[in-house]
Structure formats: C-alpha cells, structure tokens
C-alpha cells in the first residue's frame, strides 16, 4: 500500500526556517513527480512546488527563492526547505505523488502537516 507520511511542521517565528520531509514508501520516484501543496484555512489548497522524475524543478512564483524542493531517493524522501517563512505561509502542507507519463492517473496524498508562522 503506497502511503505519503509529512513531517516537520510546527510553529515558527516569522522571517525563520523549517524543512519539510515526504517519507513515501511503495512509491518508484523514477516514474513520479513529487510535490508539496498547502492549504490554508479557508483557503483552496494550492500548489507549493514539484519535482520530476528527472529533477526538474517548477515553483509558484510566491515561492521562489525561498522554498527548495528536493528528494533523496536513496530514502524515498521528498523534502522542502522553508526560509524567511511568512505568517501568510500559515497552512496545511501535503506531499503528493503523481505518476508520470505512460502511467499518468496513479496519484496520492498525505494527511498533512502544520506549519504555523507568528508575526
């Protein structure tokens, strides 16, 4: 059973650092793209940023240059790194596997992790 397992949420002061990790197990990164999305309350949830297969890298652009995505995959572990956290990057973060073409519609989620960040 392929299951997505998020850690290292917590409360944060603003302008400081977290890193997310993604503990994914059943799950052949070579054939997905990794990714972090978020949800904030009251908020849709939206994409954070993604990872290829082939480590291609792609960011909203609220995001760049300071969030990184990264996987090890010699841990199955998909990572996000967090700096100059905002309070408005307040959410629910969710690791998520999406197949990659030919197997396109294999797709699965985390429960989720809390980061909160205090102004």
């Known amino acids: 059973q392929v299951q997505l397992v998020e850690s290292g949420g917590g409360l944060v002061q603003a302008g400081g650092s977290l890193r997310l990790s993604c503990a994914a197990s059943?799950?052949?990164?070579?054939?997905?793209?990794m990714g972090w999305y978020r949800q904030a309350p009251g908020k849709q949830r939206e994409l954070v940023a993604k990872?290829?297969?082939?480590?291609?890298?792609n960011y909203v652009d609220s995001m760049k240059g300071r969030f990184t995505i990264s996987t090890d995959n010699a841990k199955n572990t998909v990572y996000l790194q967090m700096n100059s956290l905002k309070p408005e990057d307040t959410a629910v973060y969710y690791c998520?596997?999406?197949?990659?073409?030919?197997?396109?519609?294999?797709?699965?989620w985390g429960k989720g992790t809390l980061v909160t960040v205090s102004s």
């Open positions: 059943r799950i052949i990164f070579s054939i997905y793209t």
């Open positions: 990872i290829t297969s082939g480590s291609i890298t």
């Open positions: 998520n596997a999406d197949a990659e073409s030919p197997y396109s519609g294999m797709g699965y």
